[in-house]
């Protein structure tokens, strides 16, 4: 397995761990009451959502890319 392909599968497992803490985070009631007054999540809540997504996404890329790599 080439070091692309590890720092994707890595990244991959971060972003989806992102995800949860801000899904989870999002319930919280400090985040309830911003919702309701703002309409938004709390900065931090959504700086893990997007961070989630963000790692998540660039972690498939670097797995494909390194599949791809390797075939080729």
């Known amino acids: 397995m080439n070091p692309q392909r590890i720092a ?3 990244l ?3 972003g989806v761990l992102l995800l949860i803490i801000g899904m989870n985070a999002s319930n919280s009631l400090a985040d ?4 309701t ?3 938004r999540f709390t ?3 959504t700086w893990y959502i997007i961070g989630g997504v ?3 996404l660039l972690g498939l890329l670097l797995v494909f890319v390194g599949v ?3 075939l080729a």
Not at 32 to 35: A, T
């Open 54 to 56: 963000a790692s998540a």
């Open 37 to 39: 007054f703002t309409g």
């Open 32 to 35: 309830q009451v911003s919702q």
């Open 68 to 70: 791809r790599g390797k």
């Open 43 to 45: 900065q931090g809540t």
């Open 8 to 10: 994707g599968v890595v």
């Open 12 to 14: 991959l497992v971060v």
